[in-house]
C-alpha cells in the first residue's frame, strides 16, 4: 500500500495565547491511520505531548520560531479535538492532517542557527538517506514574519501537494511531498516564503510505507535565513 498524506482537507487553526492550545482531529479518519500536527509558535515553545503522541521533531531558533512535528496512531480512543499544553506567551498556528498506508516514521536530530530577519526568506532542511523504497518524503517548512499578513511559499524543488498557512499574526508554514520511487540519499530541499520578511527553516522526514519492513533512517534538519 501506498503512503498518502490528505493535503486537501488540511484543518488550519490560528491560536492566541495561552497555556494550551486545541486542534481539530482532520476528517475521514479510520483506526489505523495516522494524525499529523504541525504547530508552529512566534517565540521559542516547549509542547508536551498527551497521551498516546509521539515527536517526529522538533526545531528552534536562537530568537524567534519553532516548529514542532507530532503525530499520533487513530485508535478510536481520540476526541473529536486535541489539547495540548505550550509555553510562550505567544501565538501559535497548527495544520492537521491525516496519513495512511504508514509502516514507520523515524525521529530525528538537528541543529539550529541564529535569527534574522530577510524578504524573501529561505525555510531548508537537511539531507536524508532512506533505504525502503517509495517512501513518501515531507518536507515542512515555517517561518516567523516580522508582521502580521499574508505569505506566499513555492515548493522545493521535485515537491508537490502543497498546503500552506498563515495565520494574520507572525506565523506562517507550508507542507510538501515527494515520492523516492528508490531508497537512497535525498539533498536537502528549499522552500521560499515572500510576502513579509522573516526567519524559516524546515524539517524534513520520511514516512515508510505498509507492508515493508521497518528500517532506520540517517534524518537531520538546519536552519537557514
Aim: proline letters at 4%.
Amino acid at each position: 500500500m501506498s503512503v498518502a498524506l490528505d493535503l486537501a482537507n488540511v484543518v488550519k487553526e490560528a491560536h492566541a495565547p495561552g497555556a494550551t492550545i486545541t486542534v481539530t482531529k482532520p476528517p475521514s479518519v479510520s483506526n489505523g491511520d495516522y494524525w499529523f500536527v504541525h504547530i508552529t509558535s512566534d517565540t521559542p515553545t516547549t509542547v508536551t505531548l498527551p497521551t498516546g503522541w509521539v515527536r517526529i521533531d522538533s526545531r528552534r531558533t536562537s530568537g524567534d520560531q519553532s516548529l514542532d512535528v507530532l503525530y499520533r496512531v487513530i485508535d478510536s480512543s481520540e476526541g473529536s479535538t486535541e489539547t495540548f499544553s505550550v509555553s510562550g506567551g505567544a501565538t501559535k498556528a497548527t495544520q492537521s492532517f491525516k496519513g495512511t498506508g504508514i509502516n514507520a516514521i523515524n525521529t530525528a536530530n538537528g541543529s539550529n542557527g541564529p535569527g534574522g530577519v530577510v524578504n524573501p526568506f529561505n525555510a531548508t532542511g537537511a539531507a536524508i538517506t532512506t533505504t525502503q523504497n517509495n517512501c513518501l518524503l515531507v518536507w515542512a517548512g515555517c517561518g516567523d514574519t516580522s508582521t502580521g499578513g499574508a505569505t506566499t511559499w513555492t515548493v522545493p524543488s521535485g515537491y508537490t501537494d502543497l498546503t500552506q498557512y498563515s495565520d494574520g499574526a507572525w506565523n506562517t508554514q507550508a507542507v510538501a511531498t515527494k515520492t523516492q520511487a528508490t531508497a537512497g540519499a535525498e539533498s536537502a530541499a528549499t522552500g521560499v516564503c515572500t510576502g513579509i520578511g522573516g526567519e524559516g527553516f524546515a524539517i524534513q522526514y520520511a514516512l515508510e510505507p505498509s507492508g515493508s519492513s521497518p528500517t532506520s533512517y540517517y534524518l537531520s534538519d538546519t536552519v537557514e535565513m
